[in-house]
């Protein structure tokens, strides 16, 4: 069922650990070319960390020569962490240990889907660093054709043999959310065997009894998450063996779930792609 987590673990020690001072990738980066940081909510789940380490190993290969590195927004996320011993520092830690090492110029690349409050406060944090140039590389969903080019990605992922549940986190405020519901009708049109959930917001479990009817009569559900790392809501919330999980709630015997976002390459290019836009404008 969890099989995907199996081989998100066999990838590698996550990114973070033992890395010390901000993650750098190498020791051959100069403080003469922006920084890049990778700004997540974070996970306590060790599952579902080592997605971290694939997301930093392809981000070194598409920017070489670059210095990245990692921050977390959820402060809840980073107590956990730290107090397990992992160094792990929020954006505005991040921003001012580049400030000392001597860096004047910086991306920071949103790893949120959409821009919601933990996009927000990547912003904020940037707005409040002194003696830094800064860029702001935009979350997965950020336009229209954003949302088509993540519809493709996750193509391959789908199953035609049963139904297939977008994951999707969700915001309960309506502006924050307004992405999500542009993602959810443009996945769900034309598929019959396709639903958008959310933890929260819109669309939440509103077509559950529809899905409920086709998972039974397909014999099977495949979740999709729609989420970077696959942590307490996938394997919980979703795939748990409570009778609220969605899993129980859709009560099909046979459930599946997907790899998350931040193992799927094609969505990392699409970050990516963001960060390079942001990195143009310094070449100005």
């Known amino acids: 069922m969890l099989a995907g987590f199996i081989l998100l673990a066999a990838m590698g020690l996550w990114a973070c650990r033992g890395k010390g001072k901000g993650m750098s990738i190498s020791s051959e980066t100069s403080p003469t070319k922006p920084a890049i940081v990778l700004v997540a909510f974070g996970t306590s789940k060790m599952e579902a960390r080592a997605v971290y380490d694939h997301i930093f190993e392809q981000a070194r290969k598409r920017f070489p020569g670059y210095e990245i590195r990692w921050a977390w927004t959820s402060r809840i996320i980073l107590k956990k962490l730290q107090a397990q011993g ?26 949120h889907v959409m821009p919601g409050a933990e996009y927000e406060e990547m912003v904020t944090a940037g707005k409040g660093a002194s003696g830094l140039s800064i860029q702001y590389g935009a979350p997965l969903l950020a336009d229209a054709a954003d949302i088509q080019k993540a519809i493709r990605a996750v193509e391959p992922s789908l199953r035609q043999d049963r139904v297939n549940v977008f994951v999707g986190h969700g915001n309960p405020d309506k502006q924050a959310n307004a992405k999500l519901v542009e993602f959810t009708e443009a996945a769900e049109k034309g598929r019959s065997n396709a639903f958008v959930f959310a933890v929260e917001g819109e669309p939440f479990l509103n077509r559950l009894p529809e899905a409920r009817v086709k998972a039974k009569e397909l014999g099977g559900v495949h979740f999709v998450p729609m989420m970077v790392v696959a942590g307490e809501h996938i394997m919980e919330d ?8 969605w899993r129980s709630q859709i009560g099909v015997a046979d459930a599946t779930c997907a790899q998350p976002l931040g193992a799927n390459d094609a969505i990392l290019d699409i970050y990516f792609d963001h960060t390079e836009a942001a990195l143009k404008v310094f070449e100005k």
């Open 238 to 245: 979703v795939m748990g063996e409570g009778a609220e999980s």
């Open 86 to 111: 992992l160094a792990v520092y929020s954006p505005d830690e991040t921003l001012e240990q580049l400030r000392k090492d001597g860096y004047r110029q910086v991306v920071m690349q949103s790893f």
